[in-house]
């Protein structure tokens, strides 16, 4: 139900919002509830494309490779890495898309994708979890490595590294970008050279890693039950594309002078990641097949310091220089990823509190408090349970991500739900089923069939079960449904030339600042444009009173309060007045 031409609107007094510093600089914020508008979006697409791909640095990718390797046997860990690899990219090429199309973040396309307002909620926290998690895997690698060239004990090291990153991600995507471009290079260099003479000076170093068969000796062969628990594991990984959404939101608009390179650039800051991945995973089995024929223990393989220390003795014969070599190496790949990982979980927060709370101290107070959550991880010693974390949290993560690129390949085309992407609480409706119901089924079927209800082979492809579910049933709940859930209202209507200016600014009648058309919504109770955050910070009780006639003589008392409950209206009984929720 919405509300009509022929209605007159209560008029609330409206009060100033003043925002603090952290949240009125665009440089500390990085519009982390809004749409990126196009005067933000002020950096090339190569630079862009550098920032998001500076992420596939994440030493965790050895590891992972490594785990499977140890756990599942060359073959296994090998088909299981492509299909990881091949999932990824056909998964995370919509989302990259839409994201550099229309300036939004993982959250604000989760929002517009199927999941509604207050549906993306529970994603945010998923979300936001990912990147505490691999926050700190990640920071745990440096520590060790601290700890192998310095001596600094680990409780120490966790909190150094914790710590270290807090001032990289203050100042947004402006800092981090430059911190990409400036370690490029070196990183890089670091990557390749180890293996490179390895190869030279032992060319025979890796010959037997064909045959090894894990830690049980059972993965000599192709397995299917191990190629799907080692599936498993790996697929985890694919929560890594909201985290470049994230920064491809900053993607300049594609117009015919810079198409090529904009959909060059949107690949491979996008689902490029993932060749260069899979590279890293199969380099983390060599590294640790390479350790283990070194006499280092297997729980110690699987750590990225020892692989790349058994690497770079091959590079510097002196001991020292090639722990100094590696300890350098960790610690500019895990500040590039963790600069990322911060920086995602902080907007990831942001959208989960602002709509708990009706307030937002900014995206800076959720950088601190996403570190010190990975920091407690770290003291809990999460990076022993690698395998074990991975395989349960990927079913849910896979089951979220597969609802909403089923949405954008499948539902969008086929005109289940709308062509575009609206994420202002003004024009959503609270829950949409179709996200929602799909990923709730999706991980109820997966983390059941994890935890072994359906026998050791659903067991093992459970993360395949989340995929399949969400996949499928998204689209179905969307024809049941008719696509209803989707949009609640309308948007603006054109002018009076009859366009309407897309971009064109406008002033927000409450916090009084000027943003650009896709931030801002028509308030009925404010009698004037909002912005999308002002708007979601706003706890009032809006009042709408039909001017025509009485509420109990245009509709029936139940399907009055019915037709309420689905439009996110709240009838008031014996009145005729609505409460809107937007």
Not at 82 to 106: E, N
Not at 115 to 123: D, E, V
Not at 486 to 492: D, L, N, P, W
Not at 542 to 563: C, D
Request: aromatic share 12%; with cysteine.
């Amino acid at each position: 139900m919405r509300v009509g031409p022929d209605v007159a609107v209560q008029r609330i007094v409206k009060v100033r919002r003043d925002y603090n510093s952290w949240v009125a600089s665009e440089t500390m914020e990085d519009y982390a509830l809004r749409f990126t508008p196009q005067r933000f979006r002020k950096w090339s697409e190569w630079r862009v494309a550098n920032t998001a791909f500076g992420a596939a640095s994440f030493l965790i990718l050895e590891a992972v490779g490594a785990t499977l390797l140890v756990k599942y046997g060359f073959t296994n860990a090998f088909w299981a890495i492509l299909a990881t690899g091949l999932i990824i990219f056909m998964a995370g090429l919509p989302i990259s898309i839409y994201a550099a199309r229309y300036g939004v973040d993982m959250d604000l396309l989760t929002r517009g994708a199927g999941f509604g307002y207050i549906g993306s909620t529970l994603t945010s926290l998923i979300y936001a979890s990912f990147t505490f998690i691999f926050f700190a895997l990640e920071a745990a690698v440096m520590a060790y490595a601290l700890d192998l060239a310095l001596g600094i004990p680990p409780r120490w090291g966790y909190l150094i590294c914790a710590l270290v990153v807090i001032p990289l991600v203050t100042h947004g995507v402006s800092a981090i970008s430059r911190l990409q471009v400036w370690t490029q290079p070196l990183w890089l260099v670091m990557l390749v050279v180890p293996f490179v003479y390895v190869f030279l000076r032992n060319p025979g170093a890796f010959s037997g890693v064909v045959h090894y068969g894990g830690e049980k000796g059972t993965g000599g062969a192709f397995d299917l039950h191990l190629f799907g628990a080692a599936l498993t594991v790996g697929i985890a990984l694919i929560t890594q594309m909201g985290e470049q959404a994230d920064y491809l939101r900053f993607m300049p608009v594609r117009n015919k002078t810079n198409r090529w390179r904009w959909w060059a650039s949107v690949l491979a800051g996008g689902p490029g990641w993932i060749f260069l991945g899979v590279v890293k995973m199969l380099g983390g089995a060599l590294l640790a097949y390479l350790a283990i024929s070194n006499m280092v223990p297997l729980d110690r393989a699987v750590d990225p310091n020892q692989m790349y220390l058994a690497a770079y003795e091959y590079v510097f014969p002196n001991y020292g220089l090639a722990v100094a070599a590696t300890a350098l190496f960790v610690v500019v790949s895990q500040l590039k990823i963790n600069v990322t990982n911060a920086y995602a979980g902080s907007l990831a927060w942001s959208n989960f509190f602002s709509r708990i709370t009706h307030s937002h101290p900014g995206r800076v107070v959720w950088v601190v408090f996403n570190t010190l959550i990975a920091f407690m991880l770290m003291e809990m010693n999460v990076f022993q349970a690698l395998g074990d974390v991975l395989g349960l949290y990927s079913n849910i993560a896979i089951a979220w991500v597969m609802a909403v690129v089923a949405d954008l390949v499948i539902n969008k085309p086929l005109g289940l739900s709308p062509p575009g992407i609206e994420f202002k609480r003004a024009h959503l409706y609270d829950i949409n089923p179709v996200g929602v119901g799909a990923m709730a089924l999706a991980s109820l079927l997966s983390v059941t069939a994890h935890l072994g209800l359906y026998g050791e082979m659903a067991q093992a492809f459970s993360a395949v079960i989340a995929m399949g579910t969400a996949f499928v049933t998204a689209p179905l709940i969307a024809w049941a449904t008719k696509g209803r859930y989707y949009i609640a209202r309308g948007s603006e209507k054109p002018q009076a030339n009859g366009t309407y200016k897309r971009y064109a600014t406008q002033r927000c009648v409450i916090c009084e600042r000027a943003y650009e058309g896709p931030d801002m919504a028509h308030c009925p109770a404010y009698q004037g444009p909002i912005c999308s955050l002002c708007c979601t910070l706003d706890a009032l009780r809006r009042f709408v009173q039909a001017a025509r006639q009485p509420v109990s003589a245009m509709v029936g008392h139940a399907a009055l309060a019915a037709a309420c409950a689905v439009s996110g209206l709240t009838w008031i009984p014996g009145s005729a007045t609505f409460c809107c929720s937007c």
